[in-house]
C-alpha cells in the first residue's frame, strides 16, 4: 500500500470550496514474482506489528506480577516491566517509521513509472511515541511509589 500524493479525487467540491492537494492510498502489486517488492513489503508492516506485540508482552508480564498483590504492584522488578514496552515502543516506533518511509520510497520507485511520488505517512510514529512516554510515566509513579513505601515501612 502506498500513499501517493498528487491525485486527481474523483468527487467534486460544493461550489466556493477548493481542492488544494489529495493523496490516496493506492495498493500495488507486481505482475510477476518479486522477492525484493515481497521484501519491502515486508518491511512496511513487520517492524511495527513485532513492536506492539513485544511491548504488549512486556505489559502482560508486568501485570500477571501486579495481581499477586500491592507489594508485587510496587516493587522494583514490576517498575522494570513497566519501564521497557516504553523504551520498546518508542524505540520501535521511530526505527518501524525509518523503514517504512524507506521501503515505500523504494516501492514507489520500483512499481510506478513516474517515480518515487509517495507521501510519508505521520500517523505512526506520534503515536508509538506517545504511547512509549505514558509507560515511561507510569513506571516513574511505580517506582516513587516503592521509594514512598519502603519509607514508610522504615518509620513504622
Known sequence: ???????????APVPGVEIVSA???????PGGPSPAAALLHLLQWAPPTATGLLSLYTVVRALRRARSGDRALFSAVT???LRRPGWILITGSLVSAA???TAQAILSGML?????????????PPAG?????CALG?????????????????TI
Request: proline residues 10%; glycine residues 10%; charged residues 15%.
Open 1 to 11: 500500500m502506498l500513499s501517493i500524493a498528487g491525485v486527481t479525487p474523483p468527487v
Open 112 to 124: 510506478l513509472t513516474t517515480g518515487p511520488a509517495f507521501v510519508p505517512r505521520p500517523d505512526a
Open 138 to 154: 507510569v513506571s516513574e509513579i511505580v517506582r516513587r511509589g516503592v521509594v514512598l513505601l519502603d519509607e514508610v515501612e522504615a
Open 99 to 101: 523503514l517504512g518511509t
Open 129 to 133: 511515541l506517545v504511547a512509549g512516554l
Open 23 to 29: 493523496a490516496a492510498d493506492v495498493p500495488l502489486r
Open 79 to 81: 517498575a522494570g516491566h
